[in-house]
């Protein structure tokens, strides 16, 4: 096997990351695409609103270059954190040793952005929980058939709970799949400079995802987003219009992924 | 803290053992159905899992011979009981409801609060072993008791046939044949999996559909922490790697208004002693449920329904008596457990539903089970 451009990394991190650059299948015509998630440390909430755990998914990743052409990247089949489409990402909590890493590889070229989704796209999104594969698996990521996974959980402590997930989903019952693509999708659609792909990371920034929220007294964002004023700004925060469930202008708004250096 | 304080050396013996050929053994759960995860060290196989069902419903596995696993994990009630809270061989009362025995197999956490047990095997370890509270209270007496078992041929036959190179009872062959046993009792023949992974669209009616519905609501919140395949956040299956272990303090209590549960039984905090973890306890399996009365960890809400009024309370307000105190104002409440308004026709919308859960065949084979043992019994 020819030997792949080499990547260095850091020795002092915060993130522990679970590297499997090392097995990859690699060519000359790839390049590999290492995005690293951090937690930006939160302002320091009320006992019972600590620890914070959050978990996402990571869908229909892309690299675009400079005409705005965008190309698929292909994950690497990784149980239990990701396969092929989707990853799990799990950052630092109580009760789960963590994934900070999606890992995959892109034709090589000249990329400027990197989009992904954040969640899992309708045609996954409701198929059979018997059946789900990692990491499509998680009880604790998902809600029903109907409904399909939560595609961020954010659990403050014991204080207060952020589930973002598609609404609107029409069925005969709650363990029956839609037919239609839900009316609320929920699907934020996020792009970042194409070198927290490479050299640099994501920071997710929980103080801005919160900065409505008071997680002592607010209710929770499960589901009808639209009907608090601090869930709409929550998904505003993602670039998420909450009425409509769809991004508002791209969602480039979003104030939580932000590229930052290793 | 002596509660369920267990010697490290019986984890060690469980830990030096060499695998018999693994076996394909004859699950009972449908085809399409997620398999359970078994250790490597104890794989499943028919031999085991008769010789653990043997132990299972025989009282000479107890030291003073008073009583089985059987004795509280009753057949007829899901291997639960109607008790409140359990009784131990030497009549101890113990502080907790007896679990019902559902899908062990697929969970990755054991009893009330316990966070570090990982697999039944280690779990088998606490009633067998288990000082504060005596359940079946044989520390110490392990010899003589297993002696019992090298003394009847038909146990020796069944030890033979379940590990052949035995030639006496020692404390792995219990362990595993119990645990094979207990791993053995999955339930999914209930209306609930033929509506809604057969397909079949009568096989609930419309109230319990309305309920099903209900159940998997934002207003209702009750698949948050009974969500999956087996309606707990405390289950995986074959393909599942992470384990998502949760435990909730669901507001029954706050005695004196110290967000305190009564000093007897503080649930997970007892291990942990993080004051957070004050009055926290795992969401048990819904499965059967309808056959487990009474609820909670304590025992103390006597039916469903009262279940469901406490959970639409948003927890539970002790008025008088020595644990007197507004649980719906506990600080460590989980904040799933907000309340809901709930009409009489939802109320019985989701009982019905919770009935839908039942599995008449599982609980058929489970007393089949014990009579074929006691027709088999020698004593």
Redesign the interface.
């Given at each position: 096997m020819k030997r792949c451009r080499s990547l260095s990394w850091p020795r002092k991190s915060i993130v522990i990351a679970a590297l499997a650059l090392g097995s990859q299948a690699c060519s000359p015509a790839t390049q590999p695409v290492t995005t690293r998630f951090a937690l930006d440390p939160l302002p320091s909430l009320a006992?019972?609103a600590s620890p914070a755990t959050l978990r996402f998914y990571v869908s229909d990743l892309h690299m675009v270059n400079a005409h705005g052409q965008a190309t698929p990247v292909r994950l690497t089949a990784a149980?239990?954190y990701q396969d092929e489409r989707t990853a799990l990402v799990s950052l630092p909590g109580d009760?789960?040793?963590g994934n900070t890493v999606v890992h995959g590889t892109v034709p090589r070229g000249d990329y400027v952005h990197l989009e992904f989704l954040l969640g899992i796209p309708f045609a996954r999104n409701h198929g059979?929980?018997?059946?789900a594969?990692?990491p499509l698996?998680?009880?604790?990521m998902?809600?029903?058939?109907?409904?399909g996974h939560k595609f961020l959980r954010l659990?403050l402590?014991?204080?207060?709970?952020f589930h973002l997930g598609s609404t609107g989903c029409h069925s005969?019952?709650?363990?029956r799949p839609p037919q239609d693509e839900c009316r609320r999708p929920n699907l934020a659609r996020i792009r970042l400079p194409a070198a927290v792909a490479t050299d640099g990371q994501i920071e997710v920034d929980l103080g801005a995802l919160i900065a409505a929220v008071n997680p002592t007294t607010d209710?929770?964002c499960?589901?009808?987003y639209a009907d608090a004023d601090t869930c709409r700004r929550v998904l505003d925060a993602l670039g998420l219009d909450a009425g409509t469930g769809r991004c508002l202008a791209d969602c480039r708004g979003q104030r939580v992924f932000r590229a930052a250096r290793r | 803290m002596t509660r369920l304080g267990l010697r490290s050396g019986w984890l060690a013996i469980l830990a030096a053992c060499t695998p018999p050929a693994p076996t394909d053994y004859p699950w009972h759960i449908p085809a399409d159905y997620p398999r359970p995860v078994v250790p490597d060290r104890n794989p499943m196989t028919a031999a085991k899992v008769t010789l653990g069902r043997h132990l299972f419903f025989d009282v000479r596995l107890s030291w003073n011979g008073e009583q089985a696993c059987a004795s509280c994990h009753q057949p007829e009630h899901a291997f639960s009981e109607p008790r409140q809270t359990a009784v131990g061989s030497t009549g101890e009362r113990h502080a907790r409801n007896t679990l019902a025995l559902v899908n062990v197999a697929y969970s990755d956490a054991f009893m009330w609060a316990h966070p570090g047990l990982r697999g039944i095997e280690a779990q088998t370890l606490v009633p067998l072993f288990g000082e504060d509270p005596v359940e079946l209270g044989i520390a110490g007496h392990e010899r003589e008791v297993f002696a019992r078992f090298d003394d009847d041929p038909d146990y020796r036959r069944r030890l033979s046939e379940a590990f052949p190179r035995a030639d006496a009872f020692a404390l792995q062959h219990v362990v595993d044949a119990l645990a094979c046993f207990v791993r053995s009792l999955t339930s999914f023949d209930t209306p609930f999996d033929r509506y809604a992974y057969a397909g079949e669209d009568d096989a609930m009616d419309e109230r319990a559909i309305r309920g099903l519905n209900h159940f998997f609501s934002e207003r209702f919140e009750c698949h948050h922490c009974h969500g999956g395949l087996n309606f707990t956040a405390s289950s995986t299956h074959g393909d599942v790697a992470l384990p998502s272990t949760t435990f909730h303090n669901t507001g029954l209590y706050n005695v004196g208004g110290d967000n305190a549960y009564p000093d007897h039984d503080q649930g997970l905090y007892e291990l942990t002693e993080q004051p957070t973890d004050r009055g926290k306890f795992r969401a048990p399996t819904l499965r059967n449920v309808a056959l487990t009365a009474p609820y909670m960890h304590d025992g103390s809400l006597p039916d469903l329904g009262a279940v469901l009024d406490f959970y639409a309370a948003g927890g539970r307000n002790l008025t008088t008596g020595p644990y007197a105190g507004d649980g719906r104002a506990n600080a460590y409440k989980s904040q799933f457990v907000r309340g809901f308004d709930m009409t009489p026709e939802e109320r019985d919308d989701l009982l019905a539903f919770l009935h839908a859960l039942t599995d008449p065949s599982f609980v058929e084979r489970a007393v089949r089970s014990r009579l074929d043992v006691q027709a088999n019994r020698h004593l």
């Amino acid at each position: 096997m020819k030997r792949c451009r080499s990547l260095s990394w850091p020795r002092k991190s915060i993130v522990i990351a679970a590297l499997a650059l090392g097995s990859q299948a690699c060519s000359p015509a790839t390049q590999p695409v290492t995005t690293r998630f951090a937690l930006d440390p939160l302002p320091s909430l009320a006992p019972t609103a600590s620890p914070a755990t959050l978990r996402f998914y990571v869908s229909d990743l892309h690299m675009v270059n400079a005409h705005g052409q965008a190309t698929p990247v292909r994950l690497t089949a990784a149980p239990p954190y990701q396969d092929e489409r989707t990853a799990l990402v799990s950052l630092p909590g109580d009760d789960e040793s963590g994934n900070t890493v999606v890992h995959g590889t892109v034709p090589r070229g000249d990329y400027v952005h990197l989009e992904f989704l954040l969640g899992i796209p309708f045609a996954r999104n409701h198929g059979n929980p018997l059946q789900a594969a990692p990491p499509l698996d998680r009880p604790a990521m998902f809600w029903a058939w109907q409904s399909g996974h939560k595609f961020l959980r954010l659990d403050l402590g014991n204080a207060w709970s952020f589930h973002l997930g598609s609404t609107g989903c029409h069925s005969t019952s709650a363990v029956r799949p839609p037919q239609d693509e839900c009316r609320r999708p929920n699907l934020a659609r996020i792009r970042l400079p194409a070198a927290v792909a490479t050299d640099g990371q994501i920071e997710v920034d929980l103080g801005a995802l919160i900065a409505a929220v008071n997680p002592t007294t607010d209710e929770n964002c499960m589901g009808s987003y639209a009907d608090a004023d601090t869930c709409r700004r929550v998904l505003d925060a993602l670039g998420l219009d909450a009425g409509t469930g769809r991004c508002l202008a791209d969602c480039r708004g979003q104030r939580v992924f932000r590229a930052a250096r290793r | 803290m002596t509660r369920l304080g267990l010697r490290s050396g019986w984890l060690a013996i469980l830990a030096a053992c060499t695998p018999p050929a693994p076996t394909d053994y004859p699950w009972h759960i449908p085809a399409d159905y997620p398999r359970p995860v078994v250790p490597d060290r104890n794989p499943m196989t028919a031999a085991k899992v008769t010789l653990g069902r043997h132990l299972f419903f025989d009282v000479r596995l107890s030291w003073n011979g008073e009583q089985a696993c059987a004795s509280c994990h009753q057949p007829e009630h899901a291997f639960s009981e109607p008790r409140q809270t359990a009784v131990g061989s030497t009549g101890e009362r113990h502080a907790r409801n007896t679990l019902a025995l559902v899908n062990v197999a697929y969970s990755d956490a054991f009893m009330w609060a316990h966070p570090g047990l990982r697999g039944i095997e280690a779990q088998t370890l606490v009633p067998l072993f288990g000082e504060d509270p005596v359940e079946l209270g044989i520390a110490g007496h392990e010899r003589e008791v297993f002696a019992r078992f090298d003394d009847d041929p038909d146990y020796r036959r069944r030890l033979s046939e379940a590990f052949p190179r035995a030639d006496a009872f020692a404390l792995q062959h219990v362990v595993d044949a119990l645990a094979c046993f207990v791993r053995s009792l999955t339930s999914f023949d209930t209306p609930f999996d033929r509506y809604a992974y057969a397909g079949e669209d009568d096989a609930m009616d419309e109230r319990a559909i309305r309920g099903l519905n209900h159940f998997f609501s934002e207003r209702f919140e009750c698949h948050h922490c009974h969500g999956g395949l087996n309606f707990t956040a405390s289950s995986t299956h074959g393909d599942v790697a992470l384990p998502s272990t949760t435990f909730h303090n669901t507001g029954l209590y706050n005695v004196g208004g110290d967000n305190a549960y009564p000093d007897h039984d503080q649930g997970l905090y007892e291990l942990t002693e993080q004051p957070t973890d004050r009055g926290k306890f795992r969401a048990p399996t819904l499965r059967n449920v309808a056959l487990t009365a009474p609820y909670m960890h304590d025992g103390s809400l006597p039916d469903l329904g009262a279940v469901l009024d406490f959970y639409a309370a948003g927890g539970r307000n002790l008025t008088t008596g020595p644990y007197a105190g507004d649980g719906r104002a506990n600080a460590y409440k989980s904040q799933f457990v907000r309340g809901f308004d709930m009409t009489p026709e939802e109320r019985d919308d989701l009982l019905a539903f919770l009935h839908a859960l039942t599995d008449p065949s599982f609980v058929e084979r489970a007393v089949r089970s014990r009579l074929d043992v006691q027709a088999n019994r020698h004593l």
